[in-house]
Nanobody
Framework: QSQLVESGGGLVQVGESLRLSCAPS????????IGWFRQAPGKEREVVSC????????DYADSVKGRFTVSRDKPGNTVYLQMNSLKPEDTAVYYC?????????????????????WGKGTQVTVSS
């Protein structure tokens, strides 16, 4: 059964950092663009960041620009989300999702609807 697995979440203090990982199980990410999403209690799921299949295009929500960095390690078949200067409002369950965009190698998926694979999420809690 093909799926994504997130890891790296945890409890940190304001201003600290975490690095989330997203790895596939049962398939390779070579042909997939990746989106990172998060959902806080009582709120809708929102996009945090995305990275294209070829790794050259990235995008970020305004709330995380300058603090978060998305990258992909093709040989390692893993996508990362480096989160610095964390704030209490970053507290949420973080999900990665994969979308095969075909020949659109530099497309960056920012919509949760229509993603091909999802992970089960990893909890990030930022304490003040």
């Amino acid at each position: 059964q093909s799926q994504l697995v997130e890891s790296g979440g945890g409890l940190v203090q304001v201003g600290e950092s975490l690095r989330l990982s997203c790895a596939p199980s049962g398939f390779t990410l070579d042909y997939y663009a990746i989106g990172w999403f998060r959902q806080a209690p009582g709120k809708e799921r929102e996009v945090v960041s995305c990275i294209s299949t070829d790794g050259y295009t990235t995008d970020y929500a305004d709330s995380v620009k300058g603090r978060f960095t998305v990258s992909r390690d093709k040989p390692g078949n893993t996508v990362y989300l480096q989160m610095n200067s964390l704030k209490p409002e970053d507290t949420a369950v973080y999900y990665c999702a994969a979308k095969n965009l075909g020949a659109n190698w530099n497309g960056c998926p920012t919509r949760a609807r229509g993603m091909d694979y999802w992970g089960k999420g990893t909890q990030v809690t930022v304490s003040s």
